[in-house]
C-alpha cells in the first residue's frame, strides 16, 4: 500500500513509498509535486519502459529495408546485363557467329591430328604440318624388317578429305575413309596402317620364297597385285625324287599376313598313301600358321639334316 508522508531531505516534497512482499518498505524517492504528480512520473517510466522495447524493432526493420533495396539494385543490374548482352548477340550476324564456331572445330581436329602423330611416331606413323592440313607418313615392317613407305595429304576443313596419296589402288582406302575420316581420324589412320602393314608382309613373304628359296619351286609363283591369293608347285626335298606338291593360299582377310584358307595337293601316284597324306596335312597346318618363308627355311633345315645323316 503506499504511504505518504514529508520528504526528510526536501521540505514541500512528497515521499512515494510502497510496502514490499517482505514486509518491508521499498522507496521511488521524492516526487516534487512540479514535477506533475506521481501519475506523471509513472507515465515517463512507462514511456520510457515502451522506448527500451520498440529500439531493437526498429533496428530489425531498418536492415531490412537494407536487404529490400540491396535485392532491387541486384534485380536491376542482372536485368541491365541481360539487356547488353541481347544487344551484342543481336548484333553478330549468325554467319559470322557459325564461322567462328566452324574454325575451332577445325583447329581442334587439326591439333588432335598432331597429337596422334607425337604421340605414335615409333609405330610407323609420322607427318608434318602443311598449309592445307597435314601430310601423314606411314611406313611398314614386317618381322623387324622396314618395308615400304606412304603418305597421305589431308586438307582440314570441313568435312576432312584428302588432297592426294601414294596408297595402291587396290588398297579399299576410300572405304576406309568413308567409314572413319570424318568421326575418328584416329581409327582411320590405324585401320589405314592394318591394312598396308597387312599388304607389305604378304608381298615380303612371296619375294622372299622367290629369292631365298627358289631352288624349292618347280614353277613360277603366281600371285595376284594384292598378294591375297598365292600359288606355287614345290618339291619339300628339291634333291630327292618326291613328287611335287600344288599349294594355294587365300587370305580372305585383307589385315592378316597369314593366309585363311589353304589348300595342298599332289601331282604324282603317291597321293593315294598314306604318308603322303600325313605329309599333306602337315604342310597345311604349316602354311596356316607360319609365315611363308619359315616354313620353306624349315624344310630346308630338314633336308641339311638329312644331309648330315647321309655323311656320318
Not at 512520473?41 to 531490412?64: D, I, M, T, V, W
Not at 611335287?244 to 598313301?273: E, M, N
Request: glycine residues 6%; contains cysteine; neutral net charge.
Amino acid at each position: 500500500m503506499f504511504l505518504y508522508g514529508g520528504c526528510a531531505k526536501h521540505a514541500g516534497s512528497e515521499w512515494l513509498g510502497f510496502e514490499g512482499e517482505d514486509g518491508g518498505n521499498s522507496s521511488l524517492g521524492c516526487v516534487s509535486p512540479r514535477s506533475g504528480g506521481v501519475l506523471a512520473h509513472l507515465e515517463r517510466l512507462e514511456a520510457k519502459s515502451r522506448k527500451k522495447f520498440e529500439e531493437p524493432q526498429g533496428a530489425e526493420s531498418a536492415l531490412g529495408n537494407k536487404i529490400r533495396n540491396l535485392r532491387s539494385l541486384r534485380d536491376k543490374l542482372r536485368a541491365e546485363v541481360n539487356r547488353r548482352q541481347a544487344g551484342v548477340e543481336a548484333s553478330v550476324e549468325p554467319d559470322e557467329t557459325f564461322e567462328v564456331s566452324e574454325q575451332e572445330v577445325l583447329e581442334r581436329k587439326r591439333e588432335n591430328v598432331k597429337s596422334i602423330l607425337q604421340a605414335y611416331r615409333f609405330t610407323g606413323l609420322s607427318g608434318k604440318l602443311t598449309s592445307r592440313g597435314v601430310c601423314v607418313s606411314i611406313s611398314t615392317a614386317f618381322e623387324g624388317n622396314l618395308l615400304d613407305s606412304y603418305f597421305v595429304d589431308l586438307v582440314i576443313q570441313k568435312p576432312l578429305r584428302i588432297h592426294h596419296h601414294s596408297i595402291p589402288v587396290f588398297i579399299p582406302l576410300e572405304e576406309i575413309a568413308a567409314k572413319y575420316l570424318q568421326s575418328n581420324i584416329q581409327h582411320f589412320l590405324f585401320s589405314l596402317c592394318e591394312y598396308l602393314n597387312a599388304y607389305s608382309g604378304r608381298k615380303y613373304q612371296a619375294d622372299q620364297l622367290q629369292s631365298d628359296f627358289a631352288a624349292f619351286l618347280a614353277g613360277p609363283l603366281q600371285r595376284n597385285s594384292l598378294c591375297n591369293l598365292l600359288s606355287f608347285t614345290y618339291k619339300a626335298e628339291p634333291s630327292g625324287q618326291s613328287f611335287p606338291f600344288c599349294a594355294r593360299l587365300l587370305y580372305k582377310d585383307l589385315t592378316r599376313t597369314l593366309p585363311t584358307d589353304v589348300t595342298v595337293t599332289s601331282q604324282g601316284t603317291d597321293a593315294l598313301s598314306t604318308s603322303w597324306e600325313e605329309q599333306r596335312a602337315s604342310h597345311e597346318n604349316l602354311f596356316c600358321t607360319k609365315p611363308l618363308h619359315q616354313v620353306f627355311a624349315s624344310f630346308a633345315r630338314r633336308e641339311e639334316k638329312l644331309d648330315m645323316n647321309l655323311l656320318y
